[in-house]
């Protein structure tokens, strides 16, 4: 591939958002909602033709050549040797590609649904100045080559999830919600920041030599990865040898910062709150790219995973564990949209586990499937929403399928596409849990959790299907519900288009046997089967894949069909079963969303204020004030001296001449003295 | 740049522009505060092309690499120098007139003459006498800050750091609230305290220095001194080892600078200072007064007492990493605006320290990133906080709420700064932390991890600051704000657009400052090697 045009194009994806956030920011107000609008959206729409082009050009590179990475600008150097030298670099390449496609293609959707969602919201250039700032991050994020410049985008993603959760500024829940956001994000920051040091002063201090080229003895020395490129950092990853505790730290690291953004457990409080949102910042940012960085992030460092096998296993557990967890919650909520949060920090849980055990094209599938019923899932509950004047809680909805048909359907093919039973994620949640049957920590034992997982995925998203669509109107906006505009109900038909048939064309032509999809693997497989890499996750045999897909597929079923036993056209209260003394808790325990929150508060901020009101009342005034006072007792009291006798400024500062010659001369004499 | 005296031009413009100032009568203020910011822009300029000069020129007569010691024999000089003026001054005791700029003072000149051109233009124009008075103390104050830092000499340099006291003393002690008098005088008897004993080391070494037949204050030749490194005089309290001469030294210009920089525990003058100050003295008292301990310590404390430097760097550390987290936590403590960004204040400042310590080629220029980054930061933080307390009529964040409605190109502003203050990745305020941060950590991984607990408890103080004034529903106190007028947004707006554009290409400072840091950090290494190799009191003896 042609590293000019790989450049140009790539520039081009990153500046027209950039471009577009900024025409929307500062004349967006002045020139009035259409020109909001169109900038908005067609800047979107131009980088997604971009990313088109991009992808044509990688399918037609010849084989070897499907990488390519590009120096745009130098960032900054501090000199030669272990000094730091980062240039912005950016990398195309099958992961790049195939993440720039879910985050302009999905992202393209909802941009143009919000022009109908924000239609009567005044601050509507600021929301597309935001969104546009969004993708603009996010494409930088999975084009960066370099550690710096990814944490660039990393950050600003956050950035954008920060101002588009505080968008409604009046509301104290949304700024409160933002501010949780951005603080977790920023421990996920500081976690890669301390990861790329570890590089920094770990990697590649041991000879190396790039293939092909010719080293001689004398040149095989000390090689500081100062510049924390992606290639190189990744080529010299297995310099510590495997099994390296340094390297299971800074994947540790690493996770902790996927975790952080993908609000895996113990950083997934943020999440929730988060849809304080509009409802397309919820599809856009905290369902469909965004919260799915983290995942991409393992799968970009899988040459350090794959050599770290502990922390990879960490990941796999944590991915499961929360999974399950989210999951659970969702049983219980009440709020439309934090239902489908849950899901999707159910569901990021699968995928993060997926790359834990290496099964990384697997957990990228999820991912973009995930992105298209997601999505859509969000933009139909807009659709509610917008329609029900801003309620969410489902207790005040029901009968809606009646009133707002495409939605409802639309909302349908979604659920299923999520609880795993004939649409997207049947093929995809199922092949990455197939891979759960022989790989990971103490296989299979978390692909048993998986599987109970499809259980409680198929409950909560027909649950909230039942719930919400089905039965009577439990108030009066329900009862006058109706449909949505035009400009939003388009995008919600192509994802839910995307959502059904993606799986099946994705998959196509079918290994019944073992459910791989074919296309996928052979698009991203070769990032992920480099020369350098170790162990990648292991087929599992074609007989026990399909045993693992049926039972899946089954669980699945089971799930909807208890869903839709209990709840279709019924009250959403829990069962009677659930309501009595022996198991009353576990409704509540999921409700309350296992009290992480109440712990959190009580552990972190009660004594953060707690210490720096001990801080303020005693430690400055005693300690820090009063060590001074001690010391400087005699000056402070012959300064209040003169002060006390002195009433104009001029004589007082006529004293501190005075004062000043004085000790000059003193120290004069003892320097003096001292030395002879 | 041929012979021409620039340095002295850029040193003398402000003091030149303060004499021809007092002809203006004092009815006039237009006239004055016109001439005071012309006199400040003309400055800006001629520091913007000294510094594009030191870009874009190599150093004359540096050392090309390895150890000092071999260069020093061919006559190369110590820290090379891209600028430099020499003539005689006292030549009795051996002090000369002696400037210089490198890539350590070069950007650290330039936050000079940027904050003094801000706090120019937000000079209030009283319509009494003492504008006048004012604007000339103001430009005073401008020649001595510049004077600390292209100065070479220490008699020169010390000249230079106490006479900035004199006319800050006067706007410190004449203006600003009512809480004026306690603060000044509390700054004033720390900051006499702390250049007493600076003083004291000066003469010390003045005199070694003679006692090797070098007759001189002179930096470069003290440095190329050998005794000025090593020697050591058994005073009476040296019997444990370390405490050497030599250390008693540095110590006498450790705490000078640490008092002014301010670190912790030296720290507390600071925040009563900052509440009580006028703004346009906060400009450039925040943005670049406290940064000269900073400079002091890179230019002097470092080259002149690698060796002790070397043996408290453990200390040195420490309360940097201490004063990160106690003041993230003690903003997180107040309620007043002003004094949160005090605090906040020393935070960052110990990022520089920090940088410094780690005495590192990363870690250093992380600091004199810092100090650029810190500086637009707490100008534009300051302005943002006296702005808001005009319009509001207090400073009590709890009184403050929902302001962005009403100002939004204020909230704009505001949270670029906001976000370079918790380093968010793109600002420049990124660049500072990833740099110091990098120095502590090839020197002490922990001192990094807490410098990052330090970055997360930021995020926590600062958008406690930033939504406590901009979201949720207005209070009665800000219902009516006003947003920012046109020439106050057109001060913040480059402030702004600054740390956006150094977060994205932080390059030109980089490049300006990895000119001179190498040899800085030689300098300072030399000290390691002693320090590892030759218990101190053999060296001592060795030496006499």
């Known amino acids: ?676 | 740049m041929g012979s021409f005296p620039w340095l002295t031009v850029i040193l003398l413009l402000p003091a030149a522009g303060a004499v021809v100032l007092q002809l203006i009568p004092g009815r006039r203020t237009d006239a004055i505060k016109g001439w005071t910011v012309a006199v400040v822009v003309a400055e800006a300029v001629l520091v913007g092309m000294v510094v594009f000069n030191v870009a874009t020129t190599p150093a004359q007569g540096g050392c090309p690499g390895g150890p000092y010691a071999r260069c020093a024999a061919i006559g190369l000089l110590p820290l090379p120098m891209h600028l430099q003026e020499q003539a005689p001054w006292i030549t009795a005791i051996g002090a000369s007139y002696h400037l210089g700029v490198d890539g350590v003072s070069a950007w650290i000149l330039a936050l000079n003459a940027g904050v003094f051109l801000v706090a120019a233009l937000v000079v209030p124009r009283l319509t009494t006498e003492r504008l006048k008075l004012f604007c000339g103390l103001m430009l005073l104050t401008e020649t001595a800050t510049t004077g600390v830092l292209v100065s070479l000499d220490l008699l020169l340099f010390y000249l230079f750091w106490e006479g900035m006291l004199i006319p800050l003393y006067f706007l410190l002690a004449f203006y600003g609230n009512e809480n004026r008098g306690r603060a000044t005088l509390k700054f004033v008897i720390y900051t006499v305290a702390g250049s007493l004993l600076m003083l004291l080391a000066i003469i010390y070494l003045h005199f070694q220095a003679l006692n090797q037949g070098v007759n001189t204050f002179d930096l470069e030749t003290l440095l190329q001194t050998p005794l000025a490194q090593q020697s050591a005089v058994p005073l009476p309290f040296s019997s444990v080892p370390t405490l050497t001469p030599q250390m008693w030294a540095f110590l006498a210009f450790a705490v000078a600078f640490a008092i002014k920089l301010p670190m912790v525990p030296f720290h507390t003058w600071l925040p009563d200072l900052y509440e009580s100050a006028p703004a346009p003295v906060l400009v450039f008292f925040a943005g670049v007064v406290s940064k000269l301990g900073a400079y002091g310590f890179i230019r002097f404390g470092i080259t002149l007492f690698s060796h002790p430097a070397h043996q408290l760097q453990p200390l040195l550390v420490a309360l940097a990493v201490l004063g990160i987290l106690y003041g993230a936590v003690m903003v997180l403590s107040q309620t007043d605006i002003k004094r949160m960004v005090a605090y906040a204040s020393v935070s960052h400042m110990s990022f520089i320290a920090l940088g410094i310590f780690s005495l590192d080629q990363n870690g250093i220029n992380g600091a004199l990133i810092q100090i650029v980054n810190h500086g637009i930061i707490i100008v534009g933080l300051f302005l943002i906080a006296d702005w808001v307390e005009a319009r509001t009529g207090t400073r009590d964040i709890r009184e403050m709420a929902g302001m962005e409605r009403r100002t939004p190109w204020l909230y704009a502003m505001f949270l670029v700064i906001t976000l370079a203050a918790l380093g968010l990745p793109g600002t420049l305020g990124f660049v500072g932390e990833l740099t110091t941060m990098l120095g502590a950590f090839q020197y002490f991984w922990l001192l990094a991890v807490l410098a990052g607990v330090g970055v997360v408890l930021a995020s926590w103080y600062m958008l406690r600051l930033h939504q406590g004034l901009m979201h949720e529903a207005p209070t009665p106190r800000t219902e009516k704000v006003r947003d920012l007028r046109l020439r106050e947004g057109l001060v913040l707006a480059p402030l702004a657009a600054l740390l956006i554009f150094l977060g994205v290409y932080p390059h030109p400072i980089g490049a300006v400052t990895s000119q001179s840091v190498p040899a800085v950090v030689r300098l300072a290494d030399a000290g390691q090697v002693t320090a590892h190799d030759v218990p101190l009191s053999h060296t001592s003896g060795a030496q006499r």
């Not at chain 1, 969004?134 to 920060?162: K, T």
């Open chain 1, 1 to 676: 591939m042609n590293p000019t045009v790989i450049a140009g194009l790539s520039a081009t994806i990153l500046l027209l958002p950039i471009l577009g956030s900024a025409l929307c920011g500062f004349l967006g107000v002045p020139l009035g909602r259409r020109f909001v609008n169109w900038v908005g959206t067609v800047s979107i729409g131009l980088a997604f033709a971009a990313v088109l082009v991009l992808l044509a050009l990688l399918l037609h590179a010849p084989q070897g050549h499907q990488s390519s990475t590009v120096v745009l600008w130098n960032w900054l150097s501090l000199g030669a040797g272990s000094n730091l030298g980062v240039s912005v670099n950016v990398t195309v390449d099958a992961l790049s590609v195939w993440m720039l496609l879910v985050i302009t293609g999905v992202g393209f959707l909802i941009h143009v649904y919000s022009v109908g969602y924000m239609e009567h919201d005044p601050g509507v250039a600021r929301f597309f100045s935001y969104m546009n700032f969004f993708i603009f991050a996010m494409a930088l994020l999975v084009l960066a080559a370099n550690m710096v410049i990814l944490i660039i985008g990393w950050a600003g993603v956050a950035l954008a999830s920060y101002l588009l959760i505080g968008f409604w500024h009046d509301r104290r829940s949304a700024a409160v919600a933002a501010r949780k956001a951005m603080i977790t994000q920023v421990i996920g920051d500081v976690a890669l920041v301390l990861a790329a040091f570890l590089i920094f002063v770990n990697l590649g201090t041991a000879p190396y030599c790039p293939p092909g080229a010719h080293c001689p003895a004398a040149a095989g020395g000390a090689q500081h990865l100062h510049t924390l490129n992606l290639p190189q950092i990744f080529a010299h990853a297995s310099s510590l040898g495997p099994n390296s505790p340094t390297l299971t730290i800074i994947c540790i690291l690493i996770a902790i910062g996927a975790f952080a953004k993908s609000a895996q457990f113990p950083l997934h409080t943020w999440l929730p709150d988060a849809m304080e949102g509009p409802t397309p910042v919820s599809a856009l940012i905290h369902a469909a790219t965004m919260v799915t960085a983290g995942v991409y992030l393992i799968a970009r460092f899988h040459p350090l995973f794959d050599l770290a096998p502990v922390a990879a296993g960490m990941v796999a557990s944590v991915g499961m564990g929360t999974s399950i967890m989210a999951g659970f919650i969702a049983l219980s909520q009440t709020d439309i949209k934090r239902v489908i949060a849950y899901s999707t920090m159910s569901q990021i849980g699968l995928m993060i586990f997926a790359v834990g055990i290496g099964a990384y094209a697997a957990g990228l599938y999820h991912l973009m499937i995930h992105a298209f019923f997601k999505a859509l899932l969000f933009l139909a509950a807009g659709n509610v929403i917008h329609t029900m004047h801003d309620e969410q809680d489902i207790r005040q909805m029901g009968g809606l399928q009646a009133r707002m048909r495409i939605t409802a359907w639309s909302f349908l093919v979604g659920s299923l596409a999520l609880g795993g039973f004939l649409f997207g994620g049947m093929f995809s949640k199922e092949d990455l849990l197939g891979f759960g049957t022989v790989n990971g920590p103490a296989a299979p034992a978390l692909y048993i959790v998986g599987v109970a997982v499809n259980v409680l995925t198929g409950l909560y998203a027909f649950r909230l299907y039942g719930v919400t669509f089905t039965g009577e109107p439990r108030s009066d906006l329900a009862r006058h519900a109706h449909e949505a505009r035009r400009v939003m109900l388009i995008p919600v038909v192509i994802l839910a288009a995307l959502a059904a048939v993606a799986g099946w064309v994705l998959q196509w032509p079918v290994t019944i046997a073992g459910f791989r999809p074919a296309f996928v693997d052979a698009f991203l497989n070769p990032v992920f089967h480099t020369a350098v890499s170790g162990p990648i996750a292991h087929e599992p045999g074609a007989g026990l894949a399909g045993i693992g897909f049926v039972i899946g597929t089954g669980l699945s079923v089971i799930g909807i069909a208890v869903a839709l036993r209990i709840w279709v056209r019924r009250d959403l209260d829990a069962p009677a079963w659930f309501r009595g003394p022996i198991l009353g808790w576990l409704p509540r325990l999921s409700f309350h969303k296992l009290y992480i929150d109440e712990l959190y508060d009580a552990l972190l901020v009660r004594p953060g204020y707690a210490l720096a009101r001990v801080l303020r009342r005693t430690v400055e005034p005693e300690v820090m004030d009063g060590w001074v006072r001690g010391v400087t007792g005699v000056a402070t009291d012959f300064s209040a001296g003169i002060r006390s006798v002195q009433t104009g400024l001029i004589r007082d500062y006529a004293s501190i001449m005075v004062f000043f010659a004085v000790a000059f001369t003193v120290a004069l004499i003892i320097a003096a003295g001292l030395v002879h």
